[in-house]
């Protein structure tokens, strides 16, 4: 599993240099469950030469559903704007625009993660790292299933299951779907342990990539606020 991990790794580093998508979230924040958000994003991958930044790391977000949110826009650039995202909301009150500190409390509402971290690169190392740290305390049980569907896209999935609750363990169970054309992650989703003996695992996370477009061209005016 870490060996596929690092592979997309790897694809994205070398064969990928932006991508447009939507984004389906859904996250447990302070322990509740918030709604399904769907999100139109571009992003476009941090590269670098020879240790040089050469484009640094964008993304631009359309929210689409739920009501409450449709229309809000978000631009967060790598290196520019004081470091802070640009964003504003839908109709009359998309007259003011507002910067935040990606890791501030208001930009912060509703999210496990800041902005910094979406996107299939971010996704990926985050995955290798976790895994990193808690592949040594054994108690772990990974599943390779073959012929999964995401969106009629045909994907491996990789099912790890923690089966005894450790402070040291991040979830009870993870699944995350590598589509087998793109050789990239499209869905990651996490559950903490049942809440009573033979219950139900508890959701935490899950993102899924529809509709993903490779190297579609994005421009600086793309993250132009």
């Not at 302070?30 to 050469?54: P, W």
């Not at 299939?120 to 190392?125: A, D, K, M, P």
């Not at 139900?200 to 490779?214: A, C, F, K, R």
Request: with cysteine; proline share 4%.
């Amino acid at each position: 599993a870490m060996k596929l991990a690092r592979a997309c790794v790897e694809e994205i580093e070398n064969n990928v240099d932006d991508y447009t998508a939507t984004i389906v979230k859904r996250e447990r924040v302070n322990d509740k469950l918030g709604d399904i958000q769907y999100m139109f994003a571009k992003i476009r991958n941090r590269k670098t030469k020879d240790d040089e930044l050469q484009t640094p790391f964008g993304v631009y977000m359309r929210f689409l559903k739920p009501a409450s949110v449709k229309g809000r826009e978000v631009i967060w650039v790598e290196n520019q704007n004081d470091g802070k995202i640009v964003a504003h909301e839908a109709g009359i009150l998309g007259v003011l625009t507002v910067h935040l500190k990606p890791e501030g409390m208001v930009a912060m509402i509703g999210q496990r993660y800041p902005i910094t971290k979406i996107g299939l690169q971010r996704l990926v190392e985050e995955l290798i790292e976790k895994g990193e740290g808690q592949r040594k305390f054994g108690e772990c049980e990974v599943q390779f299933i073959k012929n999964a569907k995401i969106n009629k896209r045909n994907c491996t999935m990789i099912q790890v299951v923690h089966p005894r609750r450790r402070e040291h363990f991040d979830f009870y169970r993870a699944r995350i779907f590598i589509d087998d054309e793109l050789n990239l992650p499209i869905r990651y989703a996490a559950w903490s342990w049942p809440e009573t003996p033979g219950g139900d695992p508890v959701l935490l996370e899950e993102y899924t990539y529809v509709n993903l477009e490779l190297n579609v061209g994005l421009k600086d005016s793309d993250f132009d606020p």
